[in-house]
């Protein structure tokens, strides 16, 4: 564009303008962001300062309007108030001494407190844990809540919608929430909302993007919660989706790939945690509280395992789930695994990671060798090297495989199951729940189901990494740069 003919004051103009722009992103984007964050950000801002602007002013902000965000402080409020005066069970003895401050710390930060006395069994075959499920929903007398980042009704699931349906026809209240972005335009989407009008669930959306209808929040906040509860004495989580395992996508179905997942059944005082989230979210989308649903009531599970829920999400002033992650790392003694398909560290983690193994701890790293989301597939593998050449291994489930499970086990004593992956959007704009677990006979459990992934992987190695060729480097650092824009 010729601006040579423009008069003085106009270039002026622009040139104040700009100036001013420049100065208000320095003073304005820092605040209260991660320094990778911000500067992404900044660097947008002043070389494409259109584009960047324009997607500051969208999704700039990654935390939920304030009416969400003190709708969670009161329910955070009554979940302290309410528990106070609770025992939850008895819990083990000789604990690290570590242990019990980062659970103090959840619970200042989620509100949830570590129950002892619980029961926890895994369930690592994608059909078995949606039937498992049926199972459980089929034996409720009181409620059902269901609360899945996806939900879709096709053949795989099938089972799993008619005892949603046989339980509702018996009266008993079936309470459903999915994430709006999550499910809406996608494959079975009108089918799913068909029968659960037909069966007469209580049934919204997570995070709805409706302006019309007054609700509004930056558009990449996602539900990405994992859970099930049956009358308050059954739950489930972990990170499988209630859907086919190809999600019913054409481009997934065209290259054959199928997902694996790990959930876990809890029983015991936990899952009053766990219904502590459901009735959190519900609440959240419906300004109503159901009635006739007791959280106080605490029955002693199958097993004396110590669990604590952790939920976390942009409705917190905290990353709860990176500081769960951070305290475990750094205080694990011999052995670290992790279990994460989008692994994309920021600086504390990555520091973690590699300082575990500067004072002598194993870690691996179970990643997936195909990706399904090109820009978190190539941010991950930006940090390939670093991982490496600190000594960490990496194991890569071998395609057309995506590994999905998110587990985090510590020495053979503590592990963490959920919904929570380890990259940025997870810390800072999904809601997400996890678990985490004492007990070395279900941490025994989780490194059999590691072991069995180890035997499906290929360990990726240095010098197979150095041969990568010059596009790819170049694709996995810009990948890194796009996903730190929060």
């Known amino acids: 564009m010729n601006t040579s003919n423009w008069p003085w004051w106009i270039v002026g103009a622009i040139a104040v303008i700009d100036i001013a722009i420049r100065i208000t992103a320095i003073i304005v984007i820092p605040r209260n962001r991660r320094p990778t964050s911000a500067m992404a950000w900044l660097l947008a801002i002043f070389f494409l300062p259109e584009i960047g602007i324009v997607l500051f002013l969208l999704i700039g902000n990654p935390r939920l309007p304030r009416a969400r965000r003190r709708k969670q402080a009161q329910i955070n409020a009554y979940i302290d108030e309410t528990s106070s005066h609770l025992q939850f069970g008895t819990l083990r003895p000789n604990a690290p001494e570590w242990f019990p401050p980062l659970a103090a710390m959840n619970q200042r930060l989620g509100a949830l407190p570590i129950a002892g006395d619980n029961g926890a069994h895994l369930i690592s075959d994608y059909q078995e844990s949606l039937d498992e499920m049926a199972d459980a929903i089929r034996q409720a007398t009181e409620y059902v809540h269901v609360e899945f980042y996806i939900l879709q009704a096709d053949a795989a699931t099938d089972n799993f919608f008619r005892a949603l349906e046989e339980v509702a026809a018996r009266g008993i209240p079936v309470r459903v929430l999915l994430d709006f972005w999550a499910n809406r335009g996608k494959p079975r989407y009108k089918q799913t909302r068909a029968r659960l009008d037909a069966m007469g669930a209580d049934w919204h959306e997570m995070l709805p993007v409706q302006p019309l209808r007054g609700r509004w929040q930056r558009p990449d906040l996602r539900n990405h919660r994992k859970l099930l509860v049956v009358d308050g004495r059954i739950a489930f989580l972990g990170s499988q989706n209630v859907t086919d395992s190809s999600y019913n996508l054409r481009k997934n179905i065209k290259r054959g790939l199928h997902w694996v997942d790990l959930m876990v059944r809890v029983d015991g005082p936990i899952v009053a945690s766990v219904n502590a989230v459901f009735l959190s979210d519900y609440y959240a989308e419906t300004d109503r509280v159901p009635d006739g649903i007791d959280i106080t009531r605490v029955e002693s599970g199958s097993g004396d395992l110590d669990c604590q829920i952790v939920p976390s999400g942009p409705g917190y002033e905290a990353e709860n789930n990176l500081r769960l992650f951070l305290g475990l790392l750094y205080g694990a003694k011999q052995k670290i695994m992790i279990v994460s398909p989008y692994f994309v560290p920021d600086e504390a983690l990555l520091v973690a990671v590699t300082a575990a193994v500067d004072r002598g701890v194993q870690v691996e790293l179970f990643v997936s060798e195909e990706g399904d989301q090109a820009i978190v597939y190539h941010a991950q593998r930006s940090y390939y090297e670093a991982l490496l050449k600190a000594g960490i291994r990496i194991w890569m489930y071998r ?82 740069l796009t996903s730190a824009l929060q």
């Open 399 to 480: 395609k057309p495989y995506i590994l999905h499970t998110k587990t985090l086990t510590i020495d053979d004593e503590v592990a963490v199951i959920g919904s929570s992956n380890m990259d940025m959007r997870s810390f800072g704009l999904n809601l997400e729940i996890s678990m985490l677990v004492r007990g070395e006979e279900f941490v025994s459990e989780v490194r059999a189901v590691e072991d069995e992934y180890r035997r499906l992987s290929r360990e990726l190695t240095l010098e197979e990494w150095e041969q990568q060729p010059l596009r790819s480097t170049v694709l996995d650092n810009l990948a890194r």
